[in-house]
């Protein structure tokens, strides 16, 4: 073998073993393989299913709203419908999720989850999975999981527990965030830098917000403001009459972080 392609077969070689050495293993159990549904790689999955597993056990609504891809459909004995938006779910979220539903997920490892281009199934289809197309806040080389839809098998729900009134679920560039009332005069602020998962203790946790209307008819949004030391925290829910190229597609609202006046940063609410 002459000198020139010897260092030809050595190039060639050198270009394919970074493939080699790094390629993703996208295996869970023996019915999924990550790959059915366009993922190069399982660890944003497994940080998905614990974060749902969390949600689930702990019945947070707020939580579970992060974590779902809006409108949820909902397949039931007495027909088909869709949640909208996170307070839908908050409103509905026993029904949605009673025992049978909670437990195809907390009952079973990873090992039984079945994987197919239709998407990722917890049980026997209680919950199906996807991957979203859109990437606007995720790493090039991870997946973004969602719950696309619920399927209910004749379960009774359980007794709805006392919880919080869910305000407003948001998710930015750099947080994910959930507004809720801890009585009729208390909001309560939840925020969690990316990457951390919500099913630990928030980065951001303030309370005693203050919530107002700004504008007036179709053009009227809700203004919520928490305060830490000289920070301001403000949460537009809703966008008014704003409108056009400005206001990116999917955009529920705003965050915006003021300091004396002044302000730190604004991010849009997804």
């Known amino acids: 073998m002459s000198q020139s392609l010897r260092l030809l077969t050595l190039v060639a070689f050198l270009a394919l073993l970074p493939h080699a050495l790094f390629a993703q293993d996208t295996t869970i159990g023996e019915g999924c393989d990550l790959r059915a549904v366009g993922a190069t790689e399982k660890q944003s999955f497994f940080a998905f299913d614990r974060e749902l597993r969390d949600a689930l056990t702990r019945q947070d609504a707020g939580a579970m709203a992060l974590l779902i891809e809006h409108p949820l459909r909902v397949n039931s004995a007495r027909g088909k419908y869709l949640l909208e938006d996170p307070r839908s779910l908050q409103l509905r979220f026993q029904e949605v999720f009673p025992p049978a539903v909670r437990n195809a997920v907390l009952k079973y490892g990873l090992d039984n989850i079945f994987c197919s281009y239709n998407g990722i199934m917890y049980g026997n289809g209680e919950l199906w999975v996807d991957v979203l197309s859109d990437r606007r806040f995720h790493a090039k080389n991870s997946s973004h999981y969602a719950i696309k839809s619920v399927n209910l098998h004749d379960s009774s729900p359980d007794e709805i527990p006392n919880q919080p009134k869910l305000e407003f679920v948001c998710e930015t560039e750099k947080h994910r965030i959930i507004v809720d009332t801890l009585d009729r005069l208390s909001f309560h602020y939840r925020a969690w830098n990316k990457p951390r998962a919500i099913a630990e203790k928030p980065d951001l946790e303030l309370t ?3 919530f107002e209307f700004q504008g007036t008819g179709v053009c009227s949004y809700g203004l919520m403001t928490f305060t830490n030391a000289n920070t301001n925290y403000i949460l537009q829910k ?9 206001v990116p597609a999917g955009a529920i609202g705003q965050l915006e972080v003021t300091s004396r006046d002044k302000t730190l940063s604004t991010a849009w609410c997804y």
């Open 208 to 210: 005693k917000g203050t």
């Open 238 to 246: 809703g966008l008014g009459c704003l409108g056009g190229n400005d």
